[in-house]
């Protein structure tokens, strides 16, 4: 039979021990993925993956989003007549990317400049994506495209978590991100919200790797954020 003390200095090692578990097996995934690197790579695939067949199986049940017909068209026009005067509010580079599978489409823009406001301009990109008797398919190419984004936000919060707090947090991060309703709801848009977020966090990463190591290499990848 233990006695008072005995007990006492039981409970105290049991609870110990208890409280070591999740750390041994944080540990020994660690170890793991220490002595196998290229499962981190397997792991970061499978993430990228997962999210890009999210956004296509997504891509076909969604209607047509306003102003997803006026970054398109943007996007085309650049490409074809280098005009950049149709909604030149919005950054350009995610609807130069939405525009570039539509190339091999050869589809048919007017070049000629673009009169009147805000409005006159959306009625004319939507005339013009609604023209083309194809043009689910025309959006379709479009919004596979520009989820690249979503994929690149994807591998850039892996690298981030990884390089700043390891390998348990860069999972945790990209799991918490390729299921986030608001990232699965617009990743596939044609729309400038999911390229700039991208933007904003290598500008970030860029950051962070210039106060750790002033490099000019470094600073030209805070520029071009």
Not at 54 to 73: A, N
Not at 89 to 117: K, N, Q
Request: net charge positive.
């Amino acid at each position: 039979m233990l006695t008072v003390a005995e007990g006492r200095r039981a409970a105290v090692v049991d609870v110990s021990v208890e409280q070591r578990a999740p750390v041994n097996v944080i540990g020994r995934i660690r170890d793991v993925f220490n002595k196998k690197p290229w499962i981190e790579w397997l792991i970061l695939v499978a993430l990228c993956a997962v999210m890009l067949g999210q956004l296509f199986l997504s891509v076909g049940q969604l209607s047509e989003i306003s102003d997803e017909s006026t970054h398109l068209y943007a996007g085309y026009r650049f490409l074809k007549c280098g005009d950049v005067d149709l909604s030149r509010e919005h950054p350009p580079l995610a609807r130069i990317v939405a525009g570039l599978p539509l190339l091999h489409m050869d589809l048919e823009v007017d070049c000629s400049p673009i009169r009147g406001g805000g409005t006159q301009q959306a009625l004319a990109a939507h005339a013009w994506l609604y023209s083309h008797l194809d043009w689910k398919t025309v959006l379709f190419h479009a919004r596979m495209a520009i989820s690249a984004f979503a994929v690149g936000l994807c591998l850039l919060v892996w690298i981030a978590a990884r390089r700043m707090f390891g390998i348990m947090t860069a999972i945790a991060a990209s799991v918490l991100l390729i299921f986030h309703p608001s990232v699965l709801a617009i990743g596939a848009l044609v729309m400038t919200d999911i390229a700039v977020t991208c933007k904003l966090l290598v500008a970030v990463f860029g950051v962070y790797f210039w106060v750790r190591n002033r490099t000019v290499t470094h600073l030209l990848l805070v520029g071009l954020a």
